[in-house]
Each structure stands twice: as C-alpha cells, then as structure tokens.
C-alpha cells in the first residue's frame, strides 16, 4: 500500500523514498506539485514530461533511495529542506552505481493540507554529478 503524501514538511523526503522505492512511477508522481522543477543535472532545471522521465531513469536504476532530512525551515506554507541521500548498488545491467546529494529542495502545503515538491533539486549546490544515469 502506497504511504499517503505527507501531512508534515519533514515527511516528504520519507514519503517520496517509499514511493520512489515501491518502483510505482505514477504514485511516486503525486509527490510533486503541478508545474514542479525537477533538477536532474546541476544548472538543467526540467518541468513536466521531461522532469518525470528523467527522475523516472533514476527509479529505472531498480536500486532503492535512501533518504536522511538534514534541516527544514517552515514559513507557512512554504518549507525548504535540506536532505542528503544516497541510491547504492549494482543496476540491472550489473554495472556498480553510487549517486548521492544533498538535496536543497522546496516543499509547498497543497489545498488539501498535504505537502509535496515545488522543487526538487537533489544535487543541491554540487557542480558536478557523479556517475549514474
């Protein structure tokens, strides 16, 4: 069963890592607002088909996210989080992958009270990206 979008900023990371994990592009798609920024590579930000394709390559990698919050700073109904995470191990292909960050990302509370992505930019201030898809 898919975890329900948070209620809290702090739980966004958690839900998007479950949703990422569980492999279900669609469910992993309602973690992010209508018309969000999804920085695949530093300096590309990328917005809807492209975004969701791009993090889906990520899902593709068959390998599951770990997720570890860092900060949040909340005003009303905007939160920034500051998130380092890590995708580990062998792909399908059975090349080694590591990929992590430390993502400087932007929560919104929706009219329905839950949170989800404005901004997910998971390689935060980094200039390069290290090796993966």
Do not use: C
Request: aromatic share 8%; charged share 25%.
């Amino acid at each position: 069963m898919t975890r329900q979008l948070a209620e809290r900023p702090e739980d966004v990371p958690t839900v998007f890592a479950e949703r990422f994990n569980s492999g279900d592009a669609e469910a992993m798609a309602e973690v992010y607002e209508s018309g969000a920024v999804f920085v695949a590579e530093p300096g590309t930000p990328l917005t809807g088909q492209e975004a969701r394709a791009a993090n889906e390559r990520f899902m593709n990698l068959g390998l599951p996210i770990t997720v570890r919050p860092r900060h949040v700073y909340t005003a009303g109904d905007i939160a920034l989080l500051i998130v380092d995470w890590v995708i580990d191990g062998t792909d399908p292909d059975g090349r080694p992958v590591h990929i992590e960050g430390t993502a400087t990302d932007v929560a919104l509370r929706g009219q329905d009270g839950r949170w989800r992505y404005a901004i997910d930019n998971p390689f935060g201030v980094k200039g390069g990206v290290a090796e993966g898809p």
